[in-house]
């Protein structure tokens, strides 16, 4: 099965606009099955979020790009997963642990998609930091 999940730039907090959501889930056979689109993301807690995208950032990996004359660090990171029983997935949600306590930062809501043991999921979060 397959997926791929994507939004369009929005501005999400004072200094963090996040640019892309893709999630791609494949079957065991490699075949992509599903795209979908959204927009809507939630952040949970704004200033664990802040923490989390400083910690994230890394001069090194996260190229620095030019948008109309603003500059931004581009951010990207891809998380991997694999699922072991049928199940709808119905947001997409960005998450850490902190401590031994799973901890969610925000979400993407969405329609809904089917995913099946042994499918295969790859999703890529891209966010834009603004750099003075």
Do not use: C
């Not at 065991?28 to 807690?45: A, C, E, H, K, P």
């Not at 979400?107 to 834009?128: C, M, N, R």
Request: aromatic fraction near 12%; hydrophobic fraction near 40%; proline fraction near 3%.
């Amino acid at each position: 099965m397959g997926f791929i999940f994507q939004y369009s730039t929005q501005e999400i907090a004072e200094d963090l606009s996040v640019t892309s959501v893709e999630i791609i889930v494949r079957n065991s056979d490699g075949q992509l099955v599903t795209y979908l689109t959204s927009d809507r993301f939630v952040i949970i807690n704004s200033e664990k979020f802040q923490e989390f995208i400083l910690r994230e950032a890394n001069t090194e990996k996260d190229p620095l790009i030019d948008i109309d004359g603003n500059k931004f660090q581009k951010i990207t990171r891809t998380k991997s997963a694999s699922f072991k029983i049928d199940e709808i997935i119905a947001s997409t949600i960005l998450a850490d642990y902190d401590g031994q306590t799973l901890f969610a930062y925000g979400y993407f809501e969405h329609d809904g998609y089917p995913v099946s043991p042994g499918d295969k999921l790859i999703t890529i979060w891209t966010f834009l930091r603004p750099i003075e």
